[in-house]
C-alpha cells in the first residue's frame, strides 16, 4: 500500500544500452522480507531522495542499504572519472556517453534470501527451541534518467 505523501517516482530508463551502476551487499543481518520493505520505498527515486528517506528511516535494515547505495554512487563516480561507463550487460559503453551524478536514480532494488543459519536456545526440562538467524543479499542498480546522457 502506497502512502498518499509517497515521492514521485520518475519514468524508467528501459534502454538495453543505458548506462547502469550497481552495488552488492551480500550475508547481510537481517530478515529480506523487513529490508524489501525499505527497497520498495526507494525504487524508482532520483538517488538524493531515496538517501534523504534512508537517512530518517527507523528501520534497521535502512542503514545497510543506505550504505549499498552511497556505494553505488561511488561506483558511479569512479567510473565517470575513468570513462568506464558500462550497459546492463558489462559492456564499456563506446563512446561514453555524458551522465551526471545529479541524473542517476534507484533502477532496480532488490533483498534476496541468503543462507540462513539455525541455532538452537534452551527450554525448560532440557528441551531445545530451534530459531533461526537470517541474512539476505541487497542490491542496488543505478541508470540515469531517460532524457540525460545524450551528446
Given amino acids: ?55 530518517y528511516s527507523n528501520r534497521r535494515a535502512a542503514f545497510q542499504i543506505r550504505k549499498v547505495l552511497s556505494s553505488a554512487v561511488a561506483n558511479a563516480n569512479h567510473a565517470l572519472e575513468e570513462d568506464l561507463i558500462r550497459d546492463a550487460q558489462g559492456i564499456v559503453i563506446q563512446p561514453q556517453p555524458d551522465v551526471d551524478i545529479e541524473d542517476l536514480y534507484v533502477h532496480e532494488a532488490q533483498a534476496n534470501d541468503g543462507p540462513r543459519q539455525k541455532r538452537w536456545r534452551p527450554r525448560a526440562r532440557g528441551a531445545a527451541f530451534p530459531y533461526r538467524k537470517y541474512t539476505c543479499h541487497l542490491t542496488i542498480r543505478l541508470r540515469p534518467l531517460s532524457g540525460a546522457g545524450k551528446k
Fill in 1 to 55: 500500500m502506497v502512502a498518499k505523501s509517497a515521492k514521485p517516482r520518475v519514468k524508467r530508463n528501459e534502454s538495453k544500452t543505458a548506462a547502469e551502476f550497481k552495488a552488492f551487499h551480500q550475508y547481510a543481518k537481517g530478515s529480506p522480507q523487513k529490508a524489501r520493505l525499505v527497497m520498495d520505498q526507494i525504487r524508482g527515486l532520483p538517488i538524493s531522495d531515496a538517501l534523504d528517506l534512508l537517512q
